[in-house]
């Protein structure tokens, strides 16, 4: 976008902050100076838009959202044209998407149950309105620093009254979160939602997508082909109530499927209407109540004595291994430091941190063998002797794949440390967004291995600045429009180059070091 003041837009929204830019819209956060408050500003050059189908699109979210006036739905605070530009104020919230709270993985079990309870209310407002969201998903619900719950971004949003500008059967949405009519393409009423829904509540209470694969198309695959006892297996960890809940959420055949989100509520023990507070869950009888504190104390009691047998019982299950099953003890801790990838070595390796292992399942389905003693002459008796175990902690990028000897293991987040047999190991990082990185490291009995491998500093970060504005090109790959800062790049010999009507083009090459930060300025020569 050019064209457009960098103080004051529209006569009466004072910028503070670029939140990203293209060529045909932006999102500003600003200062709103009739309210006096911080907004969320979008915006979009309508005369750059060649789909006027998109266009529709913007005007339909704000139309759809300034009737939407629910505690759990971001408010529109105005919308309008100003010469060639269509804008949308929005509130402003203090605090994050709930995506970035997922990759922090602090909230309680009762936070994301009042989570969950919220974003149901919020669809069951939208769905009374007859609104379909369409793209329900963790980037596109906010929450605020006291954990309340707000549903953005109606772009893709369907309303009855529409002309149906976005076509109802058309495929839209964010592949790992549509339901299996979203991705036949079948036309979609308010069970769709629910489906998403549950999605990012499974995902709020196990830290994963359960659809999520290796591209579009496995993942549309999984959404039409997955197992529901499979799925219903991941839950065994949440109270009775909110699994049965999840599970009927969840159901492939939409007429399986709650009809409202008022059903859901109504399963849980909640009205629409009260407020939302943070319970404890009985898992005896699957009742949600609000417990004396000292009912909790005892509660808290409970499960720590629990924690402590499944502490015990993950000890039993080493991966990596096809040797006898080893019974290691903690060792002391040690503080660990987050080190770069190339000061990855032997050196590096730490104390123990936890002496529980991971949950998962061996590679290669190996199982360690029973320790075998001989019995038949207490004198002669021998004991094969154990192997020794030891724990690999490795904490990456998210998204990064995690190859132990040539065989993909995890896929960042990983949740526990791995129980690894004593030994060498090679291991392999690999990320789209970065360099492939190796190394190797050795485990040692009743030790954990922790490695921190930050692949920023495998990248080098470029700002590019110009006057007057232009469009900057990577190795032919268009980047956006200036002002640009901090674009990612993978070091190489690069070719800049920027581009603005009635101005001579700008091109160079730079080569570009791993971990440099560079600040390009750029001035345009008139032709």
């Known amino acids: ?174 592949p790992s979160y549509m339901s299996p009519e979203q991705v036949r393409g079948a036309k979609l009423n308010a069970q769709s939602d629910l489906f998403s829904a549950g999605v990012v509540i499974y995902e709020l209470f196990t830290g994963k997508n359960p659809f999520l694969k290796e591209n579009v198309s496995l993942t549309l695959n999984e959404i039409m082909v997955f197992d529901e006892d499979e799925l219903a297996k991941e839950l065994s960890n949440i109270g009775q109530e909110l699994k049965s809940v999840l599970i009927r959420l969840l159901k492939k055949n939409s007429k399986d499927r709650y009809t409202t989100a008022l059903e859901a509520l109504n399963d849980l023990g909640v009205s629409v209407d009260q407020p939302t507070l943070v319970l404890n869950y009985d898992d005896r009888n699957g009742k949600r109540k609000l417990w004396p504190i000292a009912f909790a104390i005892v509660a808290t009691a409970i499960v720590i004595s629990f924690g402590l047998y499944i502490v015990k019982a993950f000890r039993e299950t080493p991966l990596l291994n096809n040797q006898t099953q080893a019974n290691p003890q903690t060792e002391n801790v040690k503080k660990d430091t987050a080190i770069a990838p190339e000061q990855v070595n032997q050196n590096n390796l730490t104390k123990p941190l936890i002496d529980t292992a991971s949950q998962q399942k061996p590679l290669n389905n190996q199982q360690p063998e029973q320790i075998k003693t001989q019995q038949n002459n207490p004198d002669q008796s021998t004991v094969s002797k154990p192997p020794a175990y030891g724990w690999f902690d490795v904490q990456s990028n998210e998204g990064t794949k995690i190859f132990i000897n040539g065989e993909l293991l995890e896929t960042e987040p990983v949740q526990k440390p791995i129980m690894l047999q004593e030994g060498d190991y090679t291991l392999k990082l690999t990320n789209p967004n970065y360099p492939v990185y190796d190394t190797t490291f050795t485990i040692k009995g009743k030790e954990t291995t922790k490695l921190y491998i930050n692949l920023n500093s495998l990248v080098a970060y470029i700002d590019v600045n110009s006057n007057p504005w232009g469009k900057v090109y990577f190795n032919s790959s268009y980047k956006g429009e200036t002002p640009l800062r901090e674009l990612k790049v993978v070091p190489d010999v690069i070719r800049v180059s920027l581009r603005h009507e009635g101005y001579q083009d700008i091109d160079t090459v730079i080569n570009v070091k791993k971990g440099d930060r560079l600040n390009l300025r750029f001035r345009f020569k008139s032709n």
């Open 1 to 174: 976008m050019n064209g457009l003041s960098t103080e004051i837009l529209f006569e009466k929204f004072q910028i503070i902050e670029v939140l990203k830019k293209d060529e045909h819209a932006a999102v500003f956060l600003a200062n709103h100076i009739y309210l006096s408050k911080k907004i969320i500003l979008k915006v979009l050059n309508t005369q750059k838009i060649s789909d006027s189908t998109l266009v529709e699109r913007f005007k339909r979210e704000a139309k759809i959202l300034a009737r939407l006036d629910s505690q759990h739905i971001i408010k529109v605070l105005d919308f309008g044209m100003f010469k060639e530009y269509f804008y949308i104020s929005f509130e402003y919230i203090e605090g994050s998407s709930l995506r970035n709270l997922l990759k922090k993985n602090e909230l309680t079990e009762e936070q994301k149950y009042n989570l969950s309870v919220q974003l149901l209310k919020g669809l069951y407002f939208a769905h009374q309105n007859q609104i379909i969201h369409r793209d329900i998903k963790p980037e596109n619900i906010f929450i605020d620093a006291n954990l309340n719950l707000k549903i953005g971004d109606f772009g893709l949003a369907l309303s009855a009254e529409d002309n149906f500008v976005t076509n109802p059967y058309s495929i839209v949405g964010t």
